[in-house]
């Protein structure tokens, strides 16, 4: 199999994966009775958009994102603030917007972005 082919179909179960959860976890609730299942939600998020981003650079082979890996990352840090102002555009914030615990739960929310990135920018730097 493709390369790209195989890191493509990876992305996709991924993406697909957090779909689902994210529905089901709306629907059962899950996000108030599992105090961390927004948590695992936002690192596999961050870990979708990382090899979203990873699959682009490689497809239309854009040498100057190869030679900076880290733009993985830095994609996938302005995919998650993408998702954050999602959340307040359709108050799903959780919180009153601009107070405190609303302040809290996006930087958590990035930095657990920015951790799934992480995880696929080491994976993808020790290939």
């Known amino acids: 199999m493709n390369k790209n082919l195989k890191i ?3 992305t996709l179960v991924i993406l697909l994966l957090v779909l689902f959860l994210h529905l089901y976890g709306m629907a059962e609730n899950l996000y108030i009775k599992i105090w961390y299942y927004d948590i695992i939600l936002h690192i596999l ?3 979708g ?6 699959s682009v650079i490689n497809i ?3 040498d100057f ?4 890996i880290w733009s993985i990352v830095a994609l996938s840090f302005v995919g998650g603030l993408a998702w954050e ?24 929310d990035l ?17």
């Open 85 to 108: 102002l999602f959340e307040v555009l359709y108050s799903l914030t959780g919180s009153e917007l601009w107070s405190k615990p609303y302040y809290i739960d996006t930087i958590k």
């Open 60 to 62: 239309f082979n854009i």
């Open 111 to 127: 930095f657990d972005d920015t951790l799934g990135a992480l995880i696929i920018w080491g994976i993808v730097k020790n290939k």
């Open 65 to 68: 994102l190869k030679k900076r």
């Open 45 to 47: 998020g961050g870990m």
């Open 49 to 54: 958009i990382a090899l979203s981003v990873y």
């Open 8 to 10: 493509s179909a990876i």
